[in-house]
């Protein structure tokens, strides 16, 4: 199973989570256990198409951008020797700077030359643990800042009689938590594979 089969199911747990609250609050008669019913039923039809919506049309830059916060050079790659090398106790940081001549210092270099020791060790299991749930959390980290910006919208342009600012508290949460994780996810990326490609002397 590729990584991006194995987080429709994860996403459309979260998929439920979200469309079972939009169905309570805009659904007033509809009982919660009905709610839940129908956003089981609704996502188990939308991971799928959104998953790909998220791989085809929404730039990875973009994504990156929405989950660390940058609006340039967001992945942690590009700091992977200038920062994080030196951050980890199980990277040999003297050893990938004998190893690694030059280091690369810019921006773009760090990404680079972090992107092909990964895919030197991607198979790893260590690798592909840390890099599905940065994924997961990238990705439910767009999908929550897509509901906050366009759903509220929505709610108004349709003059739904619901207040809007509880729901815009839900996905602002749940996105800033995605965020947050996908960060650490992604660190954690990073510094495994530097420390797995130093450890392999």
Known sequence: ???????????????AFDI??????????????ESIEIAKIAST?????????????????????LAFWRLKHALPGHRAFSKYMHSDNR???RWLRENII???STAREQNVEWY??????????????????????????TISFLFLIILPLILRATHTEVTVWPIILVFLIQ????????QQMGIR???????IEASKK
């Open 116 to 141: 092909r020791i990964y895919r030197k060790h991607h198979n790893e299991g260590a690798i592909q643990d840390i890099n599905k749930r940065f994924l997961l959390f990238r990705d439910l980290a």
């Open 102 to 104: 030059p280091l690369p």
């Open 20 to 33: 079972s609250i939009l169905a309570s609050v805009m659904l007033q008669q509809v009982s919660l256990s």
């Open 175 to 182: 996105y800033l938590m995605s965020a947050i994780a996908a």
């Open 1 to 15: 199973m590729s990584i991006k089969k194995g987080l429709i199911g994860w996403l459309g747990a979260f998929l």
């Open 45 to 65: 039809f939308l991971a799928p198409p959104l998953l790909l919506l998220l791989s085809t049309v929404i730039p990875p830059n973009a994504k990156a951008s």
């Open 91 to 93: 990277i040999d940081d």
């Open 189 to 195: 990326l990073v510094c495994t594979a530097l420390a």
